[in-house]
T-cell receptor, first 110, second 115 residues
Framework: SQTIHQWPATLVQPVGSPLSLECTVE??????LYWYRQAAGRGLQLLFY??????ISSEVPQNLSASRPQDRQFILSSKKLLLSDSGFYLC?????????FGSGTRLTVV | AQKITQTQPGMFVQEKEAVTLDCTYD???????LFWYKQPSSGEMIFLIY????DEQNATEGRYSLNFQKARKSANLVISASQLGDSAMYFC????????????WGAGTKLIIKP
């Protein structure tokens, strides 16, 4: 079966610290992968998407970066977190049409 | 420009009543797909229903149906016989076929079901 794993579920990090959020998918090959961010009470904002290993497209210029070292692994990173990076981060994958979302990471930068 | 508009930031509905959540979309493409997702307070995004632009019949999934009016570019979600567990944020989203399957999202509607 097709599943998506995202961790950690919650994270509290100080300003200026690094960030690494990981997302892995199982049961599918060559998926399109996405990172979204959701501010409290708002809709989803697409941050990055990837159509293959090493292929990353950025939708919004920001303090974050993404990498796809393996077909089913998608990593969201930052070298130095800002207060404005706080939010709910969702990983998602898509093959032909439907989307499956991870359970999300709630990041609070303090 | 491609855009999804959800004009209802919040709604209160009595339990067991039907509820309609509005969604209008804007695209010049002929081929597109429309999705509705539910997001409870836990944060997970739960897929509810999908309508393709070439589908002639309105999509239905259990208590959910999508009122697709192509000429008006609207894709309203109808929930019949609402339940307390339906309280959540609801998002309408659109996929344009040549966009690497990216989704364009509405701002969401917060639905609260009253007992």
């Amino acid at each position: 079966s097709q599943t998506i794993h995202q961790w950690p579920a919650t994270l509290v990090q100080p300003v200026g610290s690094p960030l690494s959020l990981e997302c892995t998918v199982e049961g599918t090959s060559n998926p399109n992968l996405y990172w979204y961010r959701q501010a409290a009470g708002r809709g989803l904002q697409l941050l990055f998407y990837s159509v293959g290993i090493g292929q990353i497209s950025s939708e919004v210029p920001q303090n974050l970066s993404a990498s796809r070292p393996q077909d089913r692994q998608f990593i969201l990173s930052s070298k130095k977190l800002l207060l404005s990076d706080s939010g709910f981060y969702l990983c998602a994958w898509s093959v032909i049409g439907g989307y499956t979302f991870g359970s999300g990471t709630r990041l609070t930068v303090v | 420009a491609q855009k999804i508009t959800q004009t209802q930031p919040g709604m209160f509905v009595q339990e067991k009543e039907a509820v309609t959540l509005d969604c209008t979309y804007d695209t010049s493409d002929q081929s597109y797909g429309l999705f509705w997702y539910k997001q409870p307070s836990s944060g997970e995004m739960i897929f509810l229903i999908y309508q393709g632009s070439y589908d002639e019949q309105n999509a239905t999934e259990g208590r959910y149906s999508l009122n697709f009016q192509k000429a008006r570019k609207s894709a309203n979600l109808v929930i019949s016989a609402s339940q307390l567990g339906d309280s959540a944020m609801y998002f309408c989203a659109m996929r344009v076929m040549d966009s690497n399957y990216q989704l364009i999202w509405g701002a969401g509607t917060k639905l609260i079901i009253k007992p």
